[in-house]
């Protein structure tokens, strides 16, 4: 019988401290200020592209090595990212999110109320001008038509032989066959979960280059509050989760950052 050669045992031993070592995990707790604990955050490790969820508790694990970049993501908190240190491995780490403040628009008043009706009424109610044109204006919209709307089309004395006229128009059968096409091979949209229009946010900050809004004083955690800001107004995931198209995605954001800027008083 054979024996095996020392320094193939040897090398085995190696390879498996080796595998062992690169297959580590990290785990650790997610709480609020007030250490409530909070389930289903983002956990998202940039340096190996993998991610994972808080379960109820609180609780998650990931595969990370020594100086890996976590990130934390959870709507409504600010996000927090992490270097993984050497020490970590020994026991759990506790991330703390802090919740993000909620922007309320400015709302100016032109006329303090003085509590006297007869004097009140007068700034409030609208000019008996204007309450004549509304109800003019709501009487013609109700009314019905008197005359029947004329076509927008050219008259046939001026129009010149059709030599179509009679014949398949094979362009626009086919244009028509492929929006049918088209129309059935297309995605459907449907509402987004939770966990779906997570996932989708994270995919616009590792996918679409968003560096354009930085020059506006825009850090990594106002740019999160942009992106849930425009995933609220133009629903984004709702539109785009299943057909990920990054310059229509950057178009939409540039729309919705012109007046995400006015609200937030942002320039140049």
Known sequence: MRTVPTKFLI???????????????????IVDEDHNSLNVVLVFNITKNIKTYSNISGDFSIEARENDELRFIKEGFYRI??????????????????????????????????????????????SKKVASLKSSINDYMKSELNEPLPKNEVPKSFQGHNFYEGQVDVIKVLATAFGLVKKATSSKITAPNYVETQNFLAKVKTDVDLMMFK???????????????AEKVNHLSKKYRKDFNTATILSELQTAFVEYSKLNKLSD
């Open 11 to 29: 090398l085995i031993a190696l390879l498996s401290m080796i595998f062992t070592f690169s297959q580590q995990n990290i785990s650790g707790k």
């Open 81 to 126: 990212d992490k270097i993984i240190k050497k020490e970590a491995f020994n026991s759990q780490i506790e991330i703390e999110l802090i919740r993000a403040e909620t922007l309320i628009q400015e709302v100016k008043i032109g006329y303090k109320p003085t509590g006297n009706l007869t004097k009140d009424s007068k700034y409030l109610d609208d």
């Open 215 to 229: 020059k506006y004083g825009m850090d990594e955690e106002k740019i999160d509050h942009f992106l849930a800001y």
